[in-house]
Each structure stands twice: as structure tokens, then as C-alpha cells.
């Protein structure tokens, strides 16, 4: 059996982008405007006061200056704090399938595919703006690719499950090459009204091709030595919306049907799962730290990435190592690692190894050992 390479990869960056200082100064607007609105409550002891944040406060804790979105005057409009995204009727192309088909063309420009070639679409993403009919169809038909196409949802580790999922079915035969896609516009499920996560999401969509290596005509491949996908229960990254709050009007508008999280004891419990998965992956392969080039991490923290990378090398990564994207994009979700790959492979040569790795809500990780065909 000939073995599973990406062939090629693509991303959509949106055009307007907000930086700390700006997002910083809607939100304290904000802060000022609650503040006063409730003073006799606050007084009384009854309501807490919202505190101000800080550029400086948001780059130390996550190593985020700024962050790409798909709409940025609502955002930073202090009396919304939520994007401005009109819904489009049914005839037009959705968000998601249009940030989803540049992707594409990139990747599929890299790889050297045109539709033909192409038997599945899988969107692998945190949040479907819709329940059905699924992204990936839509995606589908937009580029005009035949065979079958579904959507999947692992957080922020959906791209790299994705990935074993292309991969699975290229060796299992179910489809000859596989366009993998994470459009995620995150900025629509983050609270802008909380202080502690209201920086750290930002918008794009990634794009990978995978195929088998006997079938791979773009100029660069990366073989897939092995994946490993991992999920442990936690309650500690959680959104509650879907169907069913229409069941429960008490709960609508409540802080938990957006982006809510235990960002300490993530920190705490996520870097050493993700660390000894990695580690024992490699010397299950036979291969030691020593020998790996690069480590393409989710980008979520900064502080993480530091940790996990130190663990697994025992020693602190250069920049180059591990690289980071995340003080451009801020953290992405599932399209993280693979806008690390996507942006920091050039100088990699012939047999050269690398991790690709996500890991996020669940909890849930998913590593990729790969090697410069």
C-alpha cells in the first residue's frame, strides 16, 4: 500500500483584523457604560463592577496582539460587542462554504488537483453556522467535486481528526484524495463582553489535501508516519448552545451559550496530556526527540506551546521549532496548527520530521507525526 501524503494546503485569511488596543478600548467602553447604567445596584453591593482591561494584560496572558475577523465594526461597536454578519437567503452561497472554497483553490492549486481529482470533502470545524444540509455538500457542489462530503465537530482538535479521517478513507479505498477544511468564525460564538476570553479568538479557514503518495503530483509532500486521536471528558471548555434552548427560555442569552472556559485548569490538565501524547508517539516510532524539525502546535497560548514544546524536546524550542501565528491570528481553533504547517514548512528539506498537533474541548487531541517526502 503506497503511503498517505498531504499534498498540499491553503488558507483564507479575512481582510479586516482588530489589535489589542482596539479591542481593549470598545471593550473598557463597555466596562464604563455597565458601570453607569448600574451604580445604585453596584453600590448597594448587589451587582459587581466590571474592571477594565489592558493591551498589555491580553498579550501577557495569551501572546495575542491581534486577530483576524469576518466582520470588525460590530465587534468593536461598544454597544454590540458581537459581529455584524446578515443572514443571505438560501439561493446565495453561505460564509462558511465561501471561505471554505478559497481555502480550497489554494490547496488544491498547491497539489496540483483540479475537482476531478477529488472524491470527498470533510469540514471539520468548532461551530456550523447551520444543522444541515452539511458545509462540506455545500462546499462540494460549489467546486464541482463528485463522491459525498459530511461535516464533523471536535473543537479545536476537528482539523487534525479530519486529517485521520482523509487519510483513513484513502487507505481503506473509499475515496482516491480528500479535501479537508476548517472554516471557522469563531468570533461569533466568543462572549466580547468578558474580560478573561473576549480576546482570544479570531476568524479563517485552513484547506488540506490528502491522497496517497502513488497518486500525488504537486511539488511538495508530507507522508503521514502516524496519527493518534485521543478525547477525555471534561466540562472545563464548554458552549451550550443548540436546538434544544428553545426548550428553556430561561436560558437564552445566558453567558453558557457562548465560548466559556477553566483557563487555569486547561493550562493545568491539557499541556502534560498533550506532551506525553506526543512523546509517546515518537518513541513508539522510533524516533527521538532530537530528530524533530518542527512542531506545528494549536494555537491557543502562547504559555502552552512553551510548556508542551519543553517537554517534548527537553529544552526550551527556538521560534523556529515551534513556530507561533497565534499573535497574528490569535487562536483559531481547529485551523491553528494547520496555519502554522501551512505558513512554516519552507525550509524544512528531504526527510525532515515534524508534529502537527491540536488538542482543545473534550478534551480532545490529535496528533500527526509527518515527513518531508
Same mark, same amino acid.
Given at each position: ?29 463597555y ?9 445604585? +445596584?453596584?453600590?448597594?453591593?448587589r $451587582? ?15 501572546? $495575542?496582539k ?14 454590540r ?9 438560501? +439561493? ?23 475537482a ?31 463522491g ?26 473509499s ?7 476548517n472554516?471557522? $468564525?469563531?468570533?461569533? !460564538? ?7 476570553? !473576549? ?9 488540506? $489535501? ?6 500525488a ?51 493545568? +490538565? ?20 532530537? +530528530? ?43 485551523a ?5 504547517? !501551512?505558513? !512554516? ?15 482543545g ?13
Amino acid at each position: 500500500m503506497s503511503e498517505i501524503v498531504i499534498s498540499g494546503t491553503g488558507l483564507f485569511t479575512p481582510s479586516e483584523s482588530i489589535s489589542n488596543e482596539e479591542l481593549v478600548e470598545s471593550f473598557n467602553a463597555y466596562v464604563e457604560m455597565f458601570n453607569a447604567e448600574n451604580a445604585s +445596584e453596584i453600590a448597594a453591593g448587589r $451587582i459587581a463592577a466590571l474592571q477594565p482591561s489592558s493591551a498589555e494584560f491580553v498579550e501577557k496572558a495569551s501572546g $495575542i496582539k491581534s486577530r483576524y475577523v469576518m466582520n470588525k465594526d460590530g465587534i468593536v461597536d461598544p454597544t454590540r460587542l458581537t459581529p455584524n454578519l446578515p443572514e443571505r437567503p438560501n +439561493e446565495a452561497q453561505s460564509i462558511q462554504c465561501e471561505m471554505g472554497v478559497a481555502a480550497a483553490r489554494e490547496a488544491m492549486a498547491q497539489a496540483g488537483k483540479s475537482a476531478a481529482d477529488i472524491d470527498a470533502v470533510i469540514v471539520a470545524a468548532s461551530n456550523m453556522q447551520r444543522a444541515y444540509p452539511a458545509m462540506a455538500i455545500e462546499i462540494q457542489d460549489a467546486l464541482g467535486i463528485q463522491g459525498f462530503g459530511f461535516d464533523m465537530n471536535v473543537a479545536c482538535s476537528s482539523a487534525t481528526f479530519g486529517i485521520q479521517q482523509a487519510r483513513d478513507a484513502v487507505s481503506n479505498g473509499s475515496a482516491r484524495c480528500v479535501l479537508m477544511l476548517n472554516p471557522e $468564525i469563531c468570533s461569533g !460564538h466568543l462572549n466580547f463582553r468578558d474580560r478573561d476570553s !473576549h480576546f482570544i479568538f479570531g476568524d479563517v479557514c485552513t484547506a488540506v $489535501i490528502v491522497e496517497s503518495a502513488s497518486t500525488a503530483t504537486g511539488s511538495e509532500r508530507y507522508a503521514i508516519l502516524d496519527s493518534k486521536l485521543q478525547t477525555i471528558y471534561s466540562n472545563n471548555i464548554r458552549n451550550n448552545f443548540g436546538f434544544l434552548n428553545r426548550g428553556d427560555e430561561s436560558g437564552v442569552g445566558k453567558p453558557d451559550k457562548l465560548f466559556v472556559q477553566e483557563g487555569r485548569k486547561v493550562f493545568k +490538565e491539557v499541556c502534560p496530556a498533550v506532551a506525553s501524547q506526543i512523546s509517546t508517539q515518537l518513541d513508539s516510532l522510533g524516533i527521538s526527540p532530537a +530528530e524533530v524539525k518542527r512542531l506545528w502546535l494549536h494555537q491557543a497560548n502562547l504559555s502552552m506551546n512553551q510548556l508542551i514544546s519543553r517537554r517534548v524536546l527537553g529544552r526550551d524550542a527556538t521560534t523556529e521549532e515551534a513556530p507561533t501565528i497565534l499573535d497574528e491570528y490569535a487562536n483559531t481553533s481547529s485551523a491553528g496548527s494547520v496555519i502554522a504547517f !501551512h505558513k !512554516h514548512r519552507e525550509d524544512l528539506v528531504t526527510g525532515d520530521i515534524g508534529v502537527l498537533c491540536s488538542f482543545g474541548a473534550g478534551y480532545s487531541i490529535g496528533s500527526l507525526v509527518l515527513k518531508k517526502c
